[in-house]
């Protein structure tokens, strides 16, 4: 672990937050998650196809997938590079690297000397990625130094890299360790609004590094789990950990908790609250929850129409649920108004996204492994 001088950002830590439901994740990231086997010549329709997910999808910039959807592609692609990076990195990951990192990590006493293992086991290959922890006299920075773009989906790959080591390090201790911000060596993409989704700290772009902060006594957090805990844990990871149920952190997401949760009280047709109430419900004016949606670069409205559009793609891909129910179920007045909104977020049709996916194939019960 290096030394880190004392930092001075303007970042706030926020408030823990209990779980919030998992998102739909946009076309980038399934474009992204398959570049490597394409470029190893794979097909990529078997790969989205036993994913369930529709072929045409990944070109639509409006297409979203679910958490499911995406964990099954992360499998099926590790499973026909055999790799755990993907392919995306310049030299491949074998299976079981991963899962023996965890290994060597689950014995220590607490996170600091588990991070620091780690550390060192990726330093053991040449070709691994470039990881650090650097301490400070309040803060702790993990960084990726050399953060395996090399290729074009590999900030793609960086992405993972943070996300799955943060969720790791939460995991080892049993609490949610709350990033205090979260920085990227390049300049930020057009999909950038899903990074604080993702992180659930402020984010920037162009820095000199790609790494995340966090205050520096959860490196004295002792680790909790065993290795009963790991074994059922890799039964599901790497993929899962990309997609886990994390802590909401702003304001948004204590707006889309609502939402979700006036959705699954069953009313037909479903009442979604206005801004008022669910502003009351935060004890906040409604002037102030718009100011601060507004500054975290959202609406309620545009919230809302977020949480309807995730919980029609949910329904579409399970493929169980009448579309005119659906539509009922949502709060829409009338059918036309739910196809004209799902047009919109899409591009296509109720009907035509769930034909275009083999949603009536059986669950999915190869190894999460990948082995």
């Not at 299976?95 to 330093?123: E, I, K, N, Q, S």
């Not at 057009?190 to 920037?204: K, L, N, S, T």
């Not at 129409?305 to 169980?320: E, H, P, S």
Request: aromatic share 8%; charged share 25%.
């Amino acid at each position: 672990m290096r030394e880190l001088p004392p930092r001075n950002d303007a970042f706030s830590t926020p408030p823990l937050q209990e779980p919030d439901e998992e998102r739909t994740v946009g076309a980038h990231f399934v474009r992204a998650a398959l570049g490597g086997a394409v470029r190893l010549g794979h097909d990529p329709v078997p790969l989205l196809q036993a994913a369930r997910i529709p072929p045409l999808l990944p070109g639509d910039a409006r297409g979203r997938v679910t958490p499911e959807q995406f964990t099954r592609l992360v499998r099926a692609v590790r499973r026909v590079t055999r790799d755990e990076f993907l392919a995306l990195a310049t030299a491949p990951s074998r299976p079981g690297t991963f899962a023996m990192m965890c290994h060597a990590c689950v014995g220590c006493p607490d996170l600091g000397a588990a991070v620091d293992r780690a550390v060192r086991f990726y330093g053991l290959f040449p070709c691994g990625p470039d990881l650090a922890l650097e301490v400070g006299a309040e803060e702790a920075v993990f960084t990726l130094r050399d953060d395996i773009r090399r290729l074009p989906e590999g900030r793609f790959l960086a992405e993972c890299a943070l996300v799955v080591w943060h969720r790791l390090a939460s995991w080892f201790i049993g609490r949610h360790i709350v990033l205090r911000w979260a920085e990227f060596a390049y300049p930020a993409p057009p999909y950038a609004v899903e990074y604080e989704r993702m992180f659930g700290c402020p984010v920037r772009f162009g820095a000199r590094r790609t790494g995340a902060g966090f205050a520096r006594h959860w490196l004295s957090a002792p680790v909790l789990r065993d290795e009963a805990g790991l074994a059922d844990l890799l039964r599901r990871a790497p993929a899962d950990l990309l997609l886990r149920r994390d802590y909401g952190t702003t304001v948004a997401e204590q707006v889309r908790r609502a939402l979700t949760a006036a959705l699954r009280e069953g009313h037909r047709p479903a009442r979604l609250p206005e801004a008022p109430e669910t502003a009351a419900r935060l004890a906040v004016s409604p002037a102030t929850l718009r100011r601060r949606l507004a500054a975290e670069g959202t609406s309620y409205r545009g919230i809302k129409d977020q949480v309807r559009r995730d919980a029609a793609l949910a329904a579409l891909a399970a493929g169980r649920e009448p579309t005119t129910e659906l539509a009922a179920r949502l709060g829409f007045s009338e059918d036309t108004a739910f196809h004209r909104a799902f047009r919109r977020w899409t591009g296509t049709t109720p009907g035509a996204y769930r034909r275009s996916g083999p949603s009536d194939r059986p669950p999915d019960t190869t190894s999460p492994s990948g082995a």
